[in-house]
């Protein structure tokens, strides 16, 4: 079998009908106003961006499913079902987080604002899908609870606190992807370029034969964030709403379990990882000075843009950044 031409088919046809789809859904929310609320609270130069469609994730999430379940089925077909197990299972908890955004962001059209489901609301339907997420994965990869700790080669038996910190990767890495989606075009490549991670571990995963489930995870997330880029890039003609960057989310960690180096996802996804330890920094530290700010706003993107960072700025900063982490994961971090 040829695993590049798979890749690539897979790859083509996701941005294919990611692009596709997008040109018919922009025009339709639109029409239906399902326009993007800011807060007043933002920075004051987002409010020209009140009204922009969201929810166009739905247009990866479509070409993520269908290209997905096929490629799942040609796999099983060629290596076996079990083989593309994890993969289904990682997708299905992708699925289950944008079905999750898109409650939310239906909420915040329907109360014409920014705030859609409490945190807690959200939380509680996160920590549903990622429990039944590691539940399915210990059926299909048998149980475990042996951590291995990247880049020292260790493993390390946590009993039942493994599944504690599980749960809370699992939750942690979804809303951190949710948090990143801030600026025109910031989640789609940070995400693109964590899809050529997936795709060059499963092509480098030392086994006999390429990883046919990270190969497809690449290929959606590579074909998916590309072809949403062509609408979502400054200036951004539809965001991807919490109904994507759930989505994304699920995915993005799943595959750091699908690897099973769970713990990489704080490398190869570190600026998710620091847009949400900027909040946490942020609300401390204003907690414990009574009303101090550590940053000019956060999460950290909105500080860099009251730094003057300019938005493209602030992407090509991030992008590159999570390069180079993945590189180190890529080189150092696979087991």
């Given at each position: 079998m040829n695993y590049k031409i798979v890749f690539i088919l897979a790859?083509?046809?996701?941005?294919?009908?990611?692009?596709?789809?997008?040109?018919?859904?922009i025009p339709f929310l639109?029409?239906?106003?399902?326009?993007?609320?800011?807060?007043?609270?933002?920075?004051?130069?987002?409010?020209?961006?009140?009204?922009?469609?969201?929810?166009?994730?739905?247009?990866?999430?479509?070409?993520?499913?269908?290209?997905?379940?096929?490629?799942?089925?040609?796999?099983?077909l060629t290596d076996g079902l079990r083989s593309t197990l994890p993969f289904i299972m990682t997708l299905a908890l992708g699925v289950a987080g944008g079905l999750i955004g898109c409650i939310d962001d239906s909420a915040k059209l329907r109360k014409a604002q920014n705030e859609g489901l409490t945190a807690g609301q959200k939380y509680l339907l996160q920590f549903i899908a990622a429990a039944l997420y590691l539940v399915g994965m210990t059926l299909v990869c048998g149980p475990s609870t042996?951590?291995?700790?990247?880049?020292?080669?260790?493993?390390?038996?946590?009993?039942?606190?493994?599944?504690?910190?599980?749960?809370?990767?699992?939750?942690?890495v979804i809303n951190s992807v949710n948090l990143t989606d801030g600026l025109d075009g910031l989640a789609s490549s940070v995400t693109l370029l964590v899809g050529v991670f997936f795709a060059a571990a499963g092509f480098l995963n030392g086994m006999a034969e390429p990883d046919s489930g990270l190969l497809l995870l690449g290929a959606i997330l590579i074909g998916g964030c590309g072809g949403f880029l062509v609408?979502?890039?400054?200036?951004?003609?539809?965001?991807?709403?919490?109904?994507?960057?759930?989505?994304?989310?699920?995915?993005?960690?799943?595959?750091?379990?699908?690897?099973d180096n769970p713990l990489l996802v704080v490398i190869f996804g570190i600026w998710y990882i620091v847009e949400t330890v900027s909040v946490i920094l942020q609300v401390g530290y204003f907690k414990l000075t009574h009303g101090k700010r550590l940053f000019k706003m956060a999460p950290i993107h909105h500080h860099f843009e009251k730094c003057g960072f300019s938005e493209v700025k602030v992407v090509c900063m991030a992008s590159i950044i999570t390069l180079i982490a993945c590189v180190i994961s890529l080189l150092w971090g696979i087991r």
């Open positions: 790859l083509v046809l996701t941005f294919g009908i990611t692009v596709a789809v997008s040109k018919k859904l639109k029409s239906k106003k399902m326009g993007q609320k800011i807060l007043d609270i933002g920075p004051r130069w987002h409010k020209s961006k009140e009204g922009t469609p969201t929810m166009g994730g739905f247009a990866f999430i479509i070409a993520a499913v269908v290209v997905g379940l096929a490629g799942s089925v040609y796999f099983a042996t951590l291995y700790i990247p880049f020292v080669g260790v493993q390390w038996d946590l009993g039942i606190f493994y599944y504690v910190l599980a749960m809370l990767l699992l939750t942690g609408y979502n890039f400054y200036p951004a003609r539809v965001f991807m709403g919490d109904t994507g960057s759930l989505f994304l989310g699920g995915l993005v960690v799943g595959g750091a379990f699908m690897m």
